[in-house]
């Protein structure tokens, strides 16, 4: 499935402004996209790495280049470290989700650059995409994952994912997520066995 022409016309803006702010990376249900796996979705996600002292002027930029804030209020971004815009032009939402210390930092640092529509954007390696969905546990990022089993299975890092799972397993002391992961090795939906 070909991303969707507004997603490109979004990425393609934003990678000029993004980039000047910090590393960046997208996420959610156009990495899959991109990864290989059909998925349709109304809205775009990214992850910035952003210094809170420049939060003003990155948005004054981001107004200035078509996207309007969505909900100016400083507990709302301190609560959910989220800056909710929408693309004036597509009408497409667009969350640019603050990066935080220690897990999204090695997001940032493996992120991947693939080439959409000729520019190079900069993507969540599949691993660490996988991961993201475990964690986040809705019943559509686990399809997303059976999908990027599916199509990517081979080359996948499983024993990558399982040892992240663990340690945020530990981290959040919680011991749901590891499980999540051979559930889904066991029950391909292609038949094969990916383990």
């Not at 929408?86 to 640019?96: K, N």
């Not at 900069?122 to 809705?138: F, N, S, T, W, Y």
């Not at 499983?158 to 040892?163: D, G």
């Amino acid at each position: 499935m070909p991303m969707q022409s507004s997603v490109v016309k979004i990425l393609h803006e934003l990678d000029g402004i993004l980039s000047r702010w910090g590393r960046w990376y997208l996420f959610g249900a156009q990495a899959v996209v991109v990864w290989g796996v059909p998925r349709l979705s109304a809205d775009v996600d990214v992850t910035l790495d952003l210094d809170p002292e420049k939060v003003r002027d990155f948005v004054d930029e981001m107004r200035q280049a078509g996207f309007d804030l969505l909900v100016d209020d400083a507990g709302f971004l301190e609560r959910t470290r989220v800056l909710p815009f929408a693309h004036r032009s597509t009408y497409m939402p667009l969350d640019v989700v603050l990066a935080g210390s220690g897990l999204e930092d090695e997001f940032l640092s493996r992120a991947r650059r693939v080439e959409i529509a000729g520019v190079a954007i900069p993507v969540i390696d599949v691993e660490d995409l996988m991961i993201a969905k475990i964690l986040a546990g809705r019943p559509k990022d686990i399809e997303d994952v059976r999908g990027l089993l599916r199509v990517r299975g081979a080359q996948i890092d499983i024993e990558r994912i399982r040892r992240v799972l663990g340690m945020l397993e530990e981290a959040l002391s919680q011991s749901d997520l590891v499980p999540v992961l051979e559930s889904l090795l066991e029950s391909p939906t292609d038949g094969t066995q990916t383990r």
